[in-house]
């Protein structure tokens, strides 16, 4: 434990082999709403801001937070992502070769919510969060997921190897939703964007923009977003009953270590 935060690291079971993680909670937290955060190219679920964000959620908002590697980055790779650029790569390559690889990532998350809801800690509303990557493979299982109240996407568009897939499922997305847009976005043009934001088929949404390139999105956004997730799913947390998960003894702890006793880092 540090700081006030509850940290676990834990593995998943996934369609395609072992989907390492982290949670973070309050010490002692009980019927915790959560947000799922889903990282962007060349990071992982411990990357500086995913951290951060994390923190923020447990901290300031009493919500837990959880986050998974995503393909080919973190602890899914033998080098165990420590070249940011290589996972970059290796991620364009398979988004343009693996018809695959938005299901695998669907069935991911699908896995991880399951398991998180057996938690004792874990009972309150879902929400996601993510940017970039994290809404390439995150929009289709915010869409897919009927358990997600709210989610913030963007630095996306309807662009790029899988368009149809995202122009198709965003019309299915409608939980609340803040989307985030960088005016000078050098990968995903603001028109794109835009067209993306505009296909949601949300009746809750809004549409933030800030001047700069698309890894320039401003800290206060990030403060913005813990705070819109934190508002939404304590608005619906006594609308909705608790999700069901699987039973948590399919948990494996990384370490060997029984998962419940808390981590250590």
């Known amino acids: 434990m ?8 834990f593995v998943v079971d996934g369609e395609q082999g072992e989907v390492p993680g982290a949670l973070w909670t309050t010490p002692g937290g009980s019927g915790l709403p959560l947000v799922l955060i889903g990282h962007g190219a060349s ?14 959620l447990v901290l300031a908002h009493g919500v837990a937070a959880a986050a998974i590697d995503g393909p080919v980055h973190g602890d899914r790779r033998p080098d165990k992502g420590v ?9 364009v390559k398979v988004w343009s070769s693996d018809p695959c690889l938005t299901d695998s990532m669907v069935s991911d998350w699908r896995h991880t919510l399951d398991q998180l809801a057996a938690l004792d800690d874990i009972a309150g509303p879902v929400g996601y969060w993510g940017l970039s990557m994290g809404t390439i493979l995150g929009l289709p299982f915010v869409a897919s997921e009927e358990r997600v109240e709210a989610a913030v996407l963007g630095l996306m568009g309807i662009a790029g190897p899988t368009a149809e897939r995202i122009a198709a499922d965003a019309p299915r ?5 803040l989307f985030l847009v960088q005016w000078s976005d050098e990968l995903f043009p603001r028109e794109t964007a835009f067209r993306l934001f505009d296909a949601l088929g949300s009746p809750d949404k809004r549409l933030h923009a800030n001047p700069g390139s698309h890894g ?12 819109f997730l934190a508002r939404r799913l304590s608005a619906c947390r006594k609308s909705r009953p608790p999700a069901v998960g699987l039973d948590a003894g399919s948990w494996v702890s990384p370490d060997g270590a029984d998962w419940r006793s808390g981590t250590r880092a």
Do not use: I
């Open 2 to 9: 540090a700081g006030g935060v509850r940290y676990r690291s």
């Open 43 to 56: 990071g992982s679920k411990q990357q500086d801001y995913v951290r951060a964000l994390a923190h923020r």
């Open 83 to 91: 070249d940011g650029a290589l996972q970059f790569l290796d991620f």
């Open 173 to 177: 997305v409608t939980c609340a939703v």
């Open 216 to 227: 320039s999105v401003p800290h206060d956004e990030f403060q913005a977003s813990a705070a």
